[in-house]
């Protein structure tokens, strides 16, 4: 079946510009993450959503970052006034539903490169 | 988060078992140990989970010490395909998100 996807794959934005990800779930996945990874901090987690329940954006590291999932579907990463320090790859995961047991699912995630 | 450490590197021979080693000693009785890896160009892929007793999936196995201050993955029969960064990840009961330290890149050779 159809995992995960991204798009786009890569992303080249000048600084200060601003950019979306976006991220399609396996269907009917109730949860879904994202995450970056990047040369210097490694593989992080950003912010979780889990059906119609408030977000965990305890992940975010600064107020140019937000994310929305519309219809508990499709999600988009936003990324205002992007800095160089914003370029990693962003990936996305979803799970069946949230819980310790189950296992998350990710996708080939979008790499960001700010110049 | 419970803080887990693994070897930086390892290296291992196609065909041959590969046991990878993880040390959890503040692990609490609520943290399950799950295990990721992520092939080069791609995002990360579960491999397998345990809380006590040791698991076994048609990936690997995963043994768990007795005291669970330590685990190790084995990967019965490498392959070139398992070559990939391997992460331990303590996760408590509840909890959602992954924490991922700096894992075990896992080398095949021919």
């Known amino acids: 079946g159809a995992g995960v996807s991204q798009s786009p794959s890569n992303k080249v934005t000048e600084k200060g510009k601003d950019v979306e990800l976006r991220c399609d779930p396996i269907?009917?996945?109730?949860?879904l993450y994202w995450y970056r990874q990047s040369l210097g901090q490694g593989l992080e987690f950003l912010i979780y959503?889990?059906?119609?329940?408030?977000?965990?954006k305890s992940g975010l590291p600064s107020d140019r970052f937000s994310a929305e999932r519309t219809g508990g579907s499709v999600s988009t990463l936003t990324i205002q006034r992007t800095q160089q320090e914003d370029s990693a790859v962003y990936l996305c995961?979803?799970?069946?539903?949230?819980?310790?047991?189950?296992?998350?699912?990710f996708g080939p995630g979008t790499r960001l490169t700010v110049l | 988060d419970a803080k887990t450490t693994q070897p930086n590197s390892m290296e291992s021979n196609e065909e041959e078992p590969v046991h990878l080693p993880c040390n959890h000693s503040?692990?609490?009785?609520?943290?399950?140990i799950h295990w990721y890896r992520q092939l080069p160009s791609q995002g990360p892929e579960y491999v397998i989970h345990?809380?006590?007793s040791n698991v076994n999936n048609r990936m690997a196995s995963l043994a768990i010490a007795e005291d669970r201050k330590s685990s190790t993955l084995i990967l019965h029969r490498a392959t070139l395909r398992d070559a990939a960064v391997y992460y331990c990840?303590?996760?408590?009961?509840?909890?959602?998100?992954?924490?991922f330290g700096q894992g075990t890149r896992l080398t095949i050779n021919p």
């Open positions: 995961a979803s799970s069946p539903q949230a819980g310790t047991y189950n296992e998350q699912f």
């Open positions: 269907s009917g996945h109730t949860a």
């Open positions: 959503f889990q059906g119609n329940s408030a977000p965990d």
């Open positions: 503040t692990i609490s009785g609520t943290d399950y």
């Open positions: 345990g809380l006590t």
């Open positions: 990840i303590l996760r408590d009961s509840g909890a959602q998100k992954l924490v």
